[in-house]
């Protein structure tokens, strides 16, 4: 870890860092002032970009991380593996508890969690990606745990894949009724619980370094069953698949050559 990064001034740098990424989901929702009707093939093609950069960003930033932590403390290969896969099993374990018990929406696998209050299909689907957002600033916080080299590349990461779920959400409630300013300023706030899961992550790693590989990689677990259970199946809808497949590619790519030229 980076020297200047220890203590409040970590817990100060993941705050930050995670606010930063969560912003750019209101970055994003500003694209409604130019359009507020997005078709069903734009948002799939965006969430899959989404979906591409934050699977890179959990192998490079979190997972391969976790895994080299470990190395370097004297486990052998298997050992590390063990180590890291146990974290990312509860990672991925925490949030699937998580979505049985929160009511929220997909527009594919529709209805979730516990059915205790009454949305309606859109609040609900945003309800969904505010629950996205709270790994992904966990995510934030934790790497910069790692140093600066670690914590930049997953901010951008993270920035940049909120843009299409500002979209999302804005779009979502400007069809349930709502003008373009409230549905800007809803969708900018649903980014702003990323600090919150940014100061968990950084706290934790702050109150022991020991806890560094195992945060990276439950952040990993975490955001992997986001990827693959809650965001690539609502890019299969409308007959897309090759395209937000592509899409998907194109995210990892990009977040990829981002983490290896700035990490």
């Not at 020297?3 to 994003?28: D, N, Q, R």
């Not at 591409?52 to 932590?69: C, N, T």
């Not at 590390?80 to 527009?107: C, D, K, Q």
């Amino acid at each position: 870890m980076n020297a200047e990064l220890v203590g409040w001034s970590l817990i100060g740098v993941g705050f930050l860092g995670s606010l930063v990424a969560g912003l750019c989901t209101g970055v994003g929702a500003l694209l409604i002032f130019l359009r507020s009707e997005w078709s069903e093939r734009s948002q799939a093609l965006m969430l899959a970009f989404a979906a591409g950069v934050m699977l890179a960003a959990s192998i490079f930033s979190l997972i391969l991380p976790a895994v080299e932590i470990v190395s370097a403390r004297g486990r052998g290969p298997v050992e590390s593996a063990l180590e890291v896969s146990a974290g990312l099993l509860l990672g991925a374990m925490t949030v699937w508890l998580f979505n049985l018990v929160i009511p929220h929406e997909h527009f594919v696998k529709g209805p979730e969690g516990r059915p205790t209050i009454h949305l309606g299909k859109n609040w609900l689907f945003i309800l969904a990606i505010t629950l996205h957002n709270i790994p992904e600033g966990m995510s934030v916080g934790i790497s910069f745990g790692g140093g600066l080299e670690s914590g930049i590349p997953m901010t951008l990461g993270i920035g940049i894949q909120n843009f299409p779920e500002g979209l999302a959400v804005a779009a979502a409630l400007i069809s349930d009724g709502f003008s373009r300013q409230r549905a800007f300023w809803i969708a900018t706030l649903t980014g702003l619980i990323e600090p919150i899961g940014g100061i968990v992550g950084a706290v934790a790693i702050n109150f022991s370094q020991s806890l560094l590989p195992w945060g990276l990689s439950f952040a990993g677990g975490a955001m992997l069953y986001v990827i693959f259970a809650e965001i690539l199946p609502e890019t299969h809808r409308g007959g897309v698949e090759r395209a937000t497949t592509l899409s998907l590619a194109i995210g990892f790519v990009i977040m990829m050559l981002l983490d290896v030229s700035l990490g």
